[in-house]
Protein backbone atom coordinates (compact mmCIF):
# COMPACT_ATOMS: atom_id res chain seq x y z
CA UNK A 1 0.00 0.00 0.00
CA UNK A 2 1.00 3.92 -0.18
CA UNK A 3 -1.17 5.78 2.27
CA UNK A 4 1.32 8.60 1.94
CA UNK A 5 0.96 9.11 -1.43
CA UNK A 6 -2.87 8.70 -1.61
CA UNK A 7 -3.32 11.24 1.72
CA UNK A 8 -0.72 13.90 0.20
CA UNK A 9 -3.03 13.88 -3.20
CA UNK A 10 -6.18 14.93 -1.26
CA UNK A 11 -4.89 16.82 0.89
CA UNK A 12 -2.86 18.91 -2.42
CA UNK A 13 -6.02 18.55 -4.51
CA UNK A 14 -7.60 20.69 -1.19
CA UNK A 15 -5.28 22.90 -1.30
CA UNK A 16 -5.71 23.79 -5.02
CA UNK A 17 -9.29 23.77 -4.55
CA UNK A 18 -9.08 26.70 -1.75
CA UNK A 19 -6.43 28.62 -4.01
CA UNK A 20 -8.57 28.42 -6.67
CA UNK A 21 -12.07 29.25 -5.11
CA UNK A 22 -10.34 32.67 -3.60
CA UNK A 23 -9.16 33.29 -7.02
CA UNK A 24 -13.34 33.04 -8.11
CA UNK A 25 -12.80 29.93 -10.17
CA UNK A 26 -15.67 28.17 -10.69
CA UNK A 27 -14.92 24.19 -9.52
CA UNK A 28 -18.08 22.69 -10.03
CA UNK A 29 -17.23 20.41 -12.65
CA UNK A 30 -13.76 19.24 -11.74
CA UNK A 31 -13.29 16.07 -9.72
CA UNK A 32 -12.40 17.89 -6.54
CA UNK A 33 -14.93 20.29 -7.05
CA UNK A 34 -17.92 17.74 -7.39
CA UNK A 35 -15.48 16.19 -4.18
CA UNK A 36 -15.46 18.70 -1.90
CA UNK A 37 -19.81 19.70 -2.65
CA UNK A 38 -20.79 15.80 -2.61
CA UNK A 39 -23.01 13.96 -0.30
CA UNK A 40 -26.10 16.64 -1.66
CA UNK A 41 -24.25 19.68 -1.82
CA UNK A 42 -22.90 20.44 1.22
CA UNK A 43 -20.53 17.93 2.99
CA UNK A 44 -16.91 18.52 2.33
CA UNK A 45 -14.80 16.13 1.67
CA UNK A 46 -12.52 15.50 4.92
CA UNK A 47 -8.41 16.09 5.29
CA UNK A 48 -6.38 13.31 3.20
CA UNK A 49 -8.84 10.42 3.10
CA UNK A 50 -11.92 12.27 2.02
CA UNK A 51 -13.83 11.82 5.21
CA UNK A 52 -17.34 13.60 5.25
CA UNK A 53 -17.44 15.97 7.52
CA UNK A 54 -21.14 16.72 7.90
CA UNK A 55 -22.52 19.92 6.58
CA UNK A 56 -22.11 22.39 9.33
CA UNK A 57 -18.35 21.43 10.28
CA UNK A 58 -17.70 20.80 7.08
CA UNK A 59 -18.51 25.00 6.38
CA UNK A 60 -16.73 25.96 9.89
CA UNK A 61 -13.59 24.09 9.73
CA UNK A 62 -13.05 22.67 6.06
CA UNK A 63 -10.72 25.81 4.85
CA UNK A 64 -8.65 24.97 7.92
CA UNK A 65 -7.66 21.31 6.71
CA UNK A 66 -6.77 21.95 3.86
CA UNK A 67 -3.70 24.42 5.10
CA UNK A 68 -2.03 21.50 5.53
CA UNK A 69 -0.87 20.48 1.78
CA UNK A 70 0.74 16.73 2.78
CA UNK A 71 1.50 14.85 5.22
CA UNK A 72 4.52 15.76 5.85
CA UNK A 73 3.19 19.17 6.89
CA UNK A 74 1.19 17.78 9.71
CA UNK A 75 4.62 16.55 11.03
CA UNK A 76 6.85 19.30 11.03
CA UNK A 77 3.58 21.28 12.41
CA UNK A 78 3.52 18.41 15.58
CA UNK A 79 7.30 18.46 15.91
CA UNK A 80 7.39 22.03 16.12
CA UNK A 81 4.91 22.08 18.97
CA UNK A 82 6.58 18.78 20.32
CA UNK A 83 10.08 20.80 20.17
CA UNK A 84 8.59 23.60 21.95
CA UNK A 85 7.20 21.64 24.92
CA UNK A 86 10.15 19.67 25.36
CA UNK A 87 12.62 22.80 25.60
CA UNK A 88 10.16 25.18 27.74
CA UNK A 89 8.84 22.06 30.44
CA UNK A 90 11.59 19.61 30.03
CA UNK A 91 14.56 22.03 29.84
CA UNK A 92 16.84 20.44 27.66
CA UNK A 93 17.89 20.92 24.18
CA UNK A 94 15.57 20.08 20.93
CA UNK A 95 16.21 17.69 18.05
CA UNK A 96 17.75 19.80 15.13
CA UNK A 97 15.31 18.41 12.49
CA UNK A 98 12.27 15.85 12.61
CA UNK A 99 12.64 12.30 11.25
CA UNK A 100 10.21 13.49 8.08
CA UNK A 101 8.60 11.16 6.49
CA UNK A 102 11.06 11.13 3.54
CA UNK A 103 13.97 10.15 5.45
CA UNK A 104 12.45 7.07 6.84
CA UNK A 105 12.34 3.19 5.10
CA UNK A 106 9.43 2.66 3.37
CA UNK A 107 8.14 -0.01 5.79
CA UNK A 108 8.00 2.43 8.76
CA UNK A 109 6.86 5.18 6.38
CA UNK A 110 4.07 3.41 5.16
CA UNK A 111 3.51 2.47 9.17
CA UNK A 112 3.88 6.01 9.84
CA UNK A 113 1.31 7.18 7.50
CA UNK A 114 -1.30 4.51 8.34
CA UNK A 115 -0.96 5.61 12.16
CA UNK A 116 -1.55 9.09 11.09
CA UNK A 117 -4.69 8.16 8.88
CA UNK A 118 -6.36 5.75 11.55
CA UNK A 119 -6.15 9.02 13.96
CA UNK A 120 -7.81 11.25 11.15
CA UNK A 121 -10.54 8.61 10.63
CA UNK A 122 -11.01 7.63 13.98
CA UNK A 123 -11.71 11.96 15.00
CA UNK A 124 -13.82 11.94 11.77
CA UNK A 125 -15.97 9.41 13.22
CA UNK A 126 -16.58 10.65 16.85
CA UNK A 127 -19.49 12.63 16.06
CA UNK A 128 -21.19 9.72 14.84
CA UNK A 129 -22.45 10.92 11.96
CA UNK A 130 -20.11 8.63 8.96
CA UNK A 131 -23.30 6.10 8.37
CA UNK A 132 -23.60 3.25 5.51
CA UNK A 133 -24.54 6.21 3.16
CA UNK A 134 -21.43 8.20 3.66
CA UNK A 135 -19.39 5.28 3.76
CA UNK A 136 -19.72 4.44 0.20
CA UNK A 137 -19.75 8.05 -0.73
CA UNK A 138 -16.17 7.67 0.52
CA UNK A 139 -14.85 4.73 -0.42
CA UNK A 140 -16.47 5.94 -3.77
CA UNK A 141 -14.24 8.84 -4.05
CA UNK A 142 -11.12 6.65 -2.79
CA UNK A 143 -11.74 4.78 -5.58
CA UNK A 144 -11.12 7.90 -8.26
CA UNK A 145 -7.69 8.95 -6.81
CA UNK A 146 -6.32 4.91 -6.32
CA UNK A 147 -6.69 1.45 -7.82
CA UNK A 148 -4.86 -0.12 -5.17
CA UNK A 149 -7.36 -2.96 -3.88
CA UNK A 150 -5.58 -3.30 -0.38
CA UNK A 151 -5.33 0.48 0.42
CA UNK A 152 -9.32 0.39 -0.73
CA UNK A 153 -10.16 -2.60 1.89
CA UNK A 154 -8.03 -1.18 4.51
CA UNK A 155 -9.81 2.14 4.42
CA UNK A 156 -12.97 0.62 4.24
CA UNK A 157 -12.84 -1.77 6.98
CA UNK A 158 -10.82 1.13 9.58
CA UNK A 159 -14.42 3.43 8.34
CA UNK A 160 -16.34 0.06 9.71
CA UNK A 161 -14.76 -0.38 12.63
CA UNK A 162 -16.70 1.21 16.42
CA UNK A 163 -14.86 4.43 17.87
CA UNK A 164 -12.08 3.84 19.77
CA UNK A 165 -9.42 6.37 20.93
CA UNK A 166 -7.65 3.48 22.99
CA UNK A 167 -7.26 1.69 20.33
CA UNK A 168 -5.55 4.63 18.08
CA UNK A 169 -3.17 5.33 20.92
CA UNK A 170 -1.53 2.43 20.79
CA UNK A 171 -0.64 2.80 17.51
CA UNK A 172 2.02 5.57 18.74
CA UNK A 173 5.53 4.15 19.16
CA UNK A 174 6.95 7.56 20.73
CA UNK A 175 6.14 10.47 21.87
CA UNK A 176 6.68 12.70 18.86
CA UNK A 177 4.41 10.31 16.69
CA UNK A 178 1.64 10.81 19.70
CA UNK A 179 1.68 14.74 19.37
CA UNK A 180 1.52 14.20 15.00
CA UNK A 181 -1.99 11.73 15.94
CA UNK A 182 -3.11 14.11 18.20
CA UNK A 183 -2.87 17.25 15.67
CA UNK A 184 -4.07 15.13 12.98
CA UNK A 185 -7.32 14.30 15.10
CA UNK A 186 -7.82 17.85 16.06
CA UNK A 187 -7.56 19.58 12.99
CA UNK A 188 -10.45 17.73 11.56
CA UNK A 189 -12.40 17.83 14.94
CA UNK A 190 -14.98 20.51 15.76
CA UNK A 191 -13.73 21.69 19.92
CA UNK A 192 -17.28 23.53 20.12
CA UNK A 193 -18.73 20.08 20.04
CA UNK A 194 -19.16 18.32 23.12
CA UNK A 195 -18.93 14.74 21.56
CA UNK A 196 -15.93 15.66 19.77
CA UNK A 197 -14.05 17.52 22.65
CA UNK A 198 -14.83 14.41 24.60
CA UNK A 199 -13.34 12.23 22.21
CA UNK A 200 -9.59 14.49 22.00
CA UNK A 201 -9.43 14.04 25.71
CA UNK A 202 -9.84 10.81 25.66
CA UNK A 203 -7.36 10.55 22.96
CA UNK A 204 -4.93 12.76 24.67
CA UNK A 205 -5.48 10.43 27.77
CA UNK A 206 -4.65 7.46 26.00
CA UNK A 207 -1.82 8.68 24.26
CA UNK A 208 0.03 10.20 27.76
CA UNK A 209 0.24 13.64 25.93
CA UNK A 210 1.53 16.38 28.62
CA UNK A 211 -1.18 18.89 29.03
CA UNK A 212 1.61 21.35 28.29
CA UNK A 213 2.66 19.43 24.94
CA UNK A 214 -1.55 19.28 24.61
CA UNK A 215 -1.87 23.22 24.66
CA UNK A 216 1.36 23.45 22.57
CA UNK A 217 -0.42 21.09 19.71
CA UNK A 218 -3.56 23.40 19.83
CA UNK A 219 -1.35 26.34 19.45
CA UNK A 220 0.13 25.35 16.77
CA UNK A 221 -2.59 24.17 14.62
CA UNK A 222 -4.12 27.76 15.38
CA UNK A 223 -0.73 29.59 14.02
CA UNK A 224 -0.98 27.42 11.18
CA UNK A 225 -4.01 27.95 10.04
CA UNK A 226 -4.33 31.96 10.52
Request: no cysteine; hydrophobic share 40%.
Amino acid sequence: MNTRNLMDKLLQSGQQFLDNNKSGIDLGNSKVGQFLTGAGGGALAGTAVGLLLGNKKARKIGGSVFKYGSVAAIGAVAFKAYQNWQQNNLHTAPQSAPKTLDKLPADEAELHSQAILQAMIGAAKADGHIDDHERMLIDQQIAQLTDDPELLQWIDTELKKPVNPAEIAKLATTSEIAAEMYLASLIITDEDSFMEKVYLDELARQLNLDEALRTEIHQAKNSAVS
